[in-house]
């Protein structure tokens, strides 16, 4: 089975930088994109940015240039280092490993931005 855990969430200005990681535990899996979604209140979960194993990017309009994904295949773990938080950017986040059409998923990690 695996596991994916996210951490480094937590509460910061606008303005602000914060770093999620996401470690996966359990059984090896080399997935083929590696990514971050959010889920604000009320509103459907939404792609943030995705990482293909080649180390392609891919990232929502709103966070370009602001947000950065990378992955450490050594470690089997995958990272987003967020810049220039804006309070609409506060949500859960969570990780996302996808292998050949099978998702899995982190538990989520909570960022809230305050004005």
């Known amino acids: 089975q695996v596991r994916l855990v996210e951490s480094g969430g937590g509460l910061v200005q606008a303005g602000g930088s914060l770093r999620l990681s996401c470690a996966v535990s359990g059984t090896f899996v080399s997935f083929n994109t590696m990514g971050w979604y959010r889920q604000a209140p009320g509103k459907q979960r939404t792609l943030v940015a995705i990482?293909?194993?080649?180390?392609?990017?891919n990232y929502a309009e709103s966070v370009k240039g602001r947000f950065t994904i990378s992955r450490d295949a050594a470690k089997n773990a995958v990272y987003l280092q967020m810049t220039s938080l804006k309070p609409e950017d506060t949500a859960v986040y969570y990780c996302n490993g996808n292998y050949y059409g099978q998702n899995s998923w982190g538990q989520g990690t909570q960022v809230t931005v305050s004005e």
């Open positions: 990482i293909l194993r080649d180390g392609i990017t």
